[in-house]
């Protein structure tokens, strides 16, 4: 199973062609069953996508907002996404207590992705390499 980071995620949808085409090629090599991302990830994409349209100074710009909001609806409902259910909470406690230095958010994605037996694909391999056991790899 490949889990989607957030960056990687976000890269797709601004679909810079140069950025996002190695990493749509190395998905391409993938079932698209096997490929997910986390209610973490959903979570940092939608408080996002409500502060930018919150900043909206008009409405034409919220008009614009909130087309972009919907096909970010719609890219996650042809995703799977993984819960931070009890499995994770148990394996995120354990990587809290070993004093990991790495960010409350990444370390749940992080342990979503462990507690899946999954590999994250990441650009933030400096944090996510400092998590013991978790599988991490950058395919941009």
Known sequence: MIVLDTDCLSLLERERLLESSKLLKALERHRSDEVCTTIITFEEQMRGWLSFI??????????AGYERLHRFLESYRNTPVLDFDEKAAA?????????????TMDLKIAAITIANEAILVTRNLSDFTQVHGLRSQDWT
Request: one cysteine or more.
């Open 54 to 63: 919150a900043r909206c100074k008009n409405l034409e710009e919220q008009v």
């Open 91 to 103: 394996v995120f406690r354990e990587l809290k207590n070993s004093k990991v230095r790495v960010g």
